[in-house]
């Protein structure tokens, strides 16, 4: 069976998060494996929301910030950009530019190394969408995918065009409530505190293995020298060791009888 290419659609504010509601919408209708998550649509109540975000920030393989000029240096989109980009690379998360937002804007913010997608750009949308497709496996059909946008980026580009950007920037209170800027510290310290116990863990593993190969190499060197002790003494005074057979086939000549008769007087 295919397997749901897993889409992590950021938001910070109420225009913020009616583009993500769009986005939500339309990105399945150009490949049906697309499924984007949309943290006030997809939580399910009486479940512990910064957990679930970081359960779905883990398993995303694309990742989408719709920026404002308002949220730009919104705790709440700096932390999931940050953990998008650990888990995607860069290539994967686009700063998504609502109308009235620029590149300008994203100066001085950590979504300054990202590309960003321009909402009101028609091929910058087609761009994203086909980048998010080639990661479904199977992709949709290049000419399909084209016909599709096509029929859809006028209703994509108006429903875009009618959020209201001048609107507070709070979340309506039907929502779960988005975590404090303290929550995301805890979070984020938490997860320091972990990569570092992870580090730990590898370190000694390293350090295990690299003593195990030493006691490896004595041992060998032991029976080394042990095997080839007579052959290094200088005073060794046994008996030669054995000539070796002649090859098969070998044909005895004058010489050789010579070499094996011992010398007069000898």
């Known amino acids: 069976m295919p397997k749901k290419l897993k889409v992590f659609v950021s938001w910070s504010g109420e225009p913020s998060r009616r583009c993500a509601l769009l986005l939500r919408e339309k990105l399945p209708i150009f490949n049906h494996l697309i499924e984007p998550f949309?943290?006030?649509?997809?939580?399910?109540k009486g479940v512990r929301g910064l957990d679930t975000i970081a359960a779905h920030?883990?398993?995303?393989?694309?990742?989408?910030?719709?920026?404002?000029p308002a949220n730009r240096h919104a705790p709440w989109i700096n932390y999931e950009s940050g953990a998008l980009s650990?888990?995607?690379g860069k290539d994967r998360l686009a700063p998504f530019l609502l109308l009235g937002a620029t590149v300008g804007d994203?100066?001085?913010t950590p979504l300054m190394q990202f590309q960003a997608t321009r909402a009101d750009h028609r091929d910058d949308v087609l761009k994203m969408v086909k980048s998010i497709n080639e990661l479904c496996d199977p992709p949709a059909d290049g000419s399909r995918l084209a016909s599709l946008f096509d029929m859809f980026w006028p209703e994509l580009e108006e429903g875009l065009k009618q959020i209201p950007l001048d609107v507070q920037e709070e979340e309506r209170s039907s929502a779960p409530?988005?975590?404090?800027?303290?929550e995301i510290q805890s979070r984020m310290l938490s997860q320091l505190q972990q990569q570092g116990d992870r580090l730990d863990t590898l370190v000694e593993a390293v350090s295990a293995l690299r003593s195990e190969r030493a006691s490896d190499l004595r041992k060998g060197r032991v029976?080394?020298?042990?095997?080839?002790?007579?052959l290094a003494d200088p005073g060794h005074t046994g008996?030669?060791?054995d000539p070796a057979p002649p090859p098969p086939g070998y044909r005895r000549t004058r010489l050789d009888a010579e070499a094996e008769t011992p010398e007069e007087g000898s």
Do not use: H, K, N, Y
């Open 38 to 44: 949309v943290s006030s649509e997809d939580i399910a």
């Open 57 to 68: 920030l883990a398993g995303s393989q694309f990742g989408i910030v719709c920026v404002t």
């Open 86 to 88: 650990r888990e995607v």
């Open 106 to 108: 994203l100066v001085g």
């Open 177 to 182: 409530p988005r975590p404090s800027a303290e």
């Open 223 to 230: 029976l080394f020298d042990g095997m080839f002790a007579d």
């Open 239 to 241: 008996p030669a060791p």
